[in-house]
């Protein structure tokens, strides 16, 4: 590509680019197997053993049973399934719910949903590392409660929660716990029974697979309804026609993920701790949100003060870098992101929010356009703001 028209991909949270081995995969099912998998004959056959080693390749990846793992429409769809289906299903056992104040809006939306139907939801703190508070944790449980879902991982500041903790917590106290990993599935290792997870989401097109597929796994003997009712797919838990070439798509890239993790974590991470110190030691007036080291491997969000986070996006757009103020679910939204506020920022200092997620092909010479981009675009910004202004005048201490 010629500079002028240079594209630097930073946005991974929000969404990656379907591997070519992934597409290739698929494309057999769209047009030269594409039996419907619940058919009896067998053409049909076909479609539904692919489902099948899918299913597999699945559940192996987090030390789950096949019969474990049911497909959905993606992630968000799987968070509605475990929180929803739970609450009826366990409503005369209690309806007290526990979660955090950093979840994606998936769950914050639906618990919220939720309360409106009677249901008591607490929302716990986190420390000014977006980390959950075991101790408030185990004082918001109660005899009612019946479920606790906790974020596998942050997907604006990369937090990792102790999820091995809270699953002792919630076995302990007999209490289901579901998590949301769509951020953290295939790019840190995950086995569904160390942690003593019960149910958890994962989506495809956060791993190099196909947007609208994704996965909810329930442990046996969980006790969890029906989502979509129609026919009887997914051993009748999800009706409607399998999604074929999603399900292969989705396998696939589990597959590739799971061979190549620890080499592209490595990579992505030596690019991260680059990218953040030359940062750092470029931009005065700047901190990194989450945990330094405890966070995914591919995460960088940065907090400028005197600047406008959706101004910095503008300007790194036109220099051909692609990133976020936060979610891509809430790019519309002109509040500052509610996981920056739960870690304490005040809003001015929210609103200068950049995430930047990498890829294992992403390059250092790339790292280093960027950070002179977001320097040069910074500064500029800064020399515009009056607050910026008062702050140098007044004898700035930085």
Same mark, same amino acid.
């Given at each position: 590509?010629?500079?002028?028209?240079?594209?630097?991909?930073?946005? &991974?949270?929000?969404?990656?680019?379907? &591997?070519?081995?992934?597409?290739?995969?698929?494309?057999?099912?769209?047009?030269?197997?594409?039996? &419907?998998? *619940?058919?009896?004959?067998?053409?049909?056959?076909?479609?539904?053993?692919?489902?099948?080693?899918?299913?597999?390749?699945?559940?192996?990846?987090?030390?789950?049973?096949?019969?474990?793992?049911?497909?959905?429409?993606?992630?968000?769809?799987?968070?509605?399934?475990?929180? @929803?289906?739970?609450?009826?299903?366990?409503?005369? @056992?209690?309806?007290?719910?526990?979660?955090?104040?950093?979840?994606?809006?998936?769950?914050?939306?639906?618990?919220?949903? $939720?309360?409106?139907?009677?249901?008591?939801?607490?929302? $716990?703190?986190?420390?000014?590392?977006?980390?959950?508070?075991?101790?408030?944790?185990?004082?918001?449980?109660?005899?009612?409660?019946?479920?606790?879902?906790?974020?596998?991982?942050?997907?604006?500041?990369?937090?990792?929660?102790?999820?091995? #903790?809270?699953?002792?917590?919630?076995?302990?106290?007999?209490?289901?716990?579901?998590? =949301?990993?769509?951020?953290?599935?295939?790019?840190?290792?995950?086995?569904?029974? #160390?942690?003593?997870?019960?149910?958890?989401?994962?989506?495809?097109? @956060?791993?190099?697979?196909?947007?609208?597929?994704?996965?909810?796994?329930?442990?046996?003997?969980?006790?969890?309804?029906?989502?979509?009712?129609?026919?009887?797919?997914?051993? @009748?838990?999800?009706?409607?026609?399998?999604?074929?070439?999603?399900?292969?798509?989705?396998?696939?890239?589990?597959?590739?993920?799971?061979?190549?993790?620890?080499?592209?974590?490595?990579?992505?991470?030596?690019?991260? =701790?680059?990218?953040?110190?030359?940062?750092?030691?470029?931009?005065?007036?700047?901190?990194? &949100? /989450?945990?330094?080291?405890?966070?995914?491997?591919?995460?960088?969000?940065?907090?400028?003060?005197?600047?406008?986070?959706?101004?910095?996006?503008?300007?790194? =757009?036109?220099?051909?870098?692609?990133?976020?103020? /936060?979610?891509?679910?809430?790019?519309? *939204?002109?509040?500052?992101?509610?996981?920056? $506020?739960?870690?304490? $920022?005040?809003?001015?200092?929210?609103?200068?929010?950049?995430?930047?997620?990498?890829?294992?092909?992403?390059?250092?010479?790339?790292?280093?356009?960027?950070?002179?981009?977001?320097?040069?675009?910074?500064?500029?910004?800064?020399?515009?703001?009056?607050?910026?202004? =008062?702050?140098?005048?007044? /004898?700035?201490?930085?």
């Amino acid at each position: 590509m010629s500079e002028e028209k240079r594209l630097i991909y930073l946005d &991974n949270a929000a969404t990656t680019k379907t &591997n070519p081995k992934v597409v290739e995969a698929m494309l057999p099912y769209f047009t030269e197997f594409y039996g &419907n998998p *619940s058919s009896v004959y067998e053409f049909s056959g076909i479609s539904k053993k692919a489902v099948t080693d899918a299913r597999e390749t699945i559940a192996t990846s987090i030390g789950a049973k096949t019969q474990e793992i049911y497909f959905t429409a993606g992630g968000s769809e799987a968070d509605n399934w475990a929180l @929803k289906a739970t609450a009826e299903a366990y409503s005369q @056992k209690g309806r007290h719910i526990i979660t955090s104040k950093i979840e994606h809006h998936a769950i914050l939306h639906t618990c919220e949903y $939720l309360e409106k139907q009677g249901y008591e939801v607490t929302y $716990l703190d986190v420390d000014e590392n977006g980390v959950v508070k075991l101790d408030e944790l185990k004082k918001a449980i109660r005899p009612d409660t019946i479920l606790i879902s906790i974020m596998f991982a942050n997907n604006e500041i990369g937090t990792i929660e102790p999820i091995r #903790e809270i699953g002792e917590i919630a076995k302990e106290h007999g209490i289901l716990f579901h998590t =949301d990993a769509v951020q953290a599935y295939g790019h840190v290792p995950i086995n569904v029974d #160390e942690l003593h997870i019960d149910m958890m989401s994962a989506s495809g097109h @956060k791993i190099n697979g196909p947007k609208g597929i994704g996965f909810l796994y329930i442990r046996t003997g969980v006790k969890i309804r029906s989502f979509v009712h129609g026919g009887a797919q997914e051993r @009748k838990r999800r009706a409607g026609t399998e999604n074929v070439p999603g399900i292969v798509g989705l396998g696939k890239a589990a597959e590739l993920a799971a061979a190549n993790m620890e080499e592209r974590a490595k990579k992505e991470q030596e690019l991260r =701790d680059y990218l953040i110190e030359r940062v750092l030691a470029q931009v005065p007036y700047t901190r990194v &949100n /989450g945990h330094r080291t405890n966070r995914l491997p591919n995460n960088c969000n940065f907090a400028f003060q005197f600047i406008e986070g959706e101004s910095l996006l503008i300007m790194l =757009d036109m220099a051909g870098i692609c990133g976020s103020s /936060g979610s891509a679910c809430t790019s519309g *939204s002109l509040d500052p992101s509610h996981v920056l $506020l739960a870690i304490g $920022l005040p809003h001015e200092i929210a609103h200068g929010s950049l995430r930047l997620t990498l890829s294992e092909e992403n390059t250092i010479e790339e790292m280093d356009y960027v950070a002179g981009e977001i320097k040069r675009i910074v500064e500029r910004l800064r020399s515009m703001s009056p607050l910026y202004e =008062d702050f140098v005048k007044h /004898g700035a201490k930085k």
